[in-house]
């Protein structure tokens, strides 16, 4: 149980990020309301906007933010925050998110926007490798670009076979592939 104001302000954000990925991932941006992520977490609407700000911004924080796994933790919670990340992408982004995406391959700006973000998201996720992992940039670098993959196939171009696919079967399919990038040496 936390102990310090400080502990407990992280539990309270982390409640509040957890429940907001689990709706926006089963609702997606638009169908998903501040009042229904801070019930779910357990606290004031009001919090929820003290802490994150807007929908949008909050929205930002739960794709971006990759939780990393206690020390010693084995690499399967790892993965199954990777993929809980990718069934939020897959329930769709507001356009904000989306418009970004469409713009960083022909605008500069744009594509510094992209290359920050996921150079934390890359950094977060080789942070939490385990220390024994070889190449932890190139590995975490490699989960992040494959998760953004399957979301610019499903969000931006709508091919068939990722767009009619539940996000679970998705993440089903994909698991053994971020297993093998996230799993510390044999």
């Not at 997606?28 to 004031?44: C, L, N």
């Given at each position: ?12 954000e982390a409640?509040i ?48 933010a ?36 469409r ?32 190449d ?27 767009r ?23």
């Amino acid at each position: 149980m936390p102990t310090s104001r400080a502990d407990r302000r992280r539990a309270t954000e982390a409640r509040i990020l957890d429940s907001a990925r689990e709706l926006f991932a089963e609702k997606g941006f638009d169908r998903t309301t501040i009042r229904a992520v801070a019930a779910a977490a357990g606290v004031d609407p009001a919090l929820v906007m003290q802490y994150f700000g807007s929908k949008r911004e909050l929205f930002t924080a739960a794709v971006q933010a990759v939780p990393v796994p206690p020390a010693g933790a084995d690499t399967d919670a790892l993965v199954d925050q990777l993929l809980a990340t990718l069934g939020l992408k897959l329930g769709g982004l507001p356009e904000g998110t989306l418009a970004m995406m469409r713009s960083m391959l022909t605008d500069p700006a744009a594509a510094d926007h992209a290359r920050g973000t996921l150079g934390r998201q890359i950094d977060s996720v080789g942070a939490a490798l385990p220390p024994s992992a070889t190449d932890p940039e190139l590995r975490a670098a490699l989960v992040v670009s494959t998760l953004l993959g399957v979301a610019i196939g499903h969000q931006l171009l709508s091919l068939p076979p990722l767009r009619d696919a539940p996000a679970e079967h998705v993440a089903a399919l994909l698991r053994p592939a971020i297993e093998a990038l996230t799993a510390p040496p044999r």
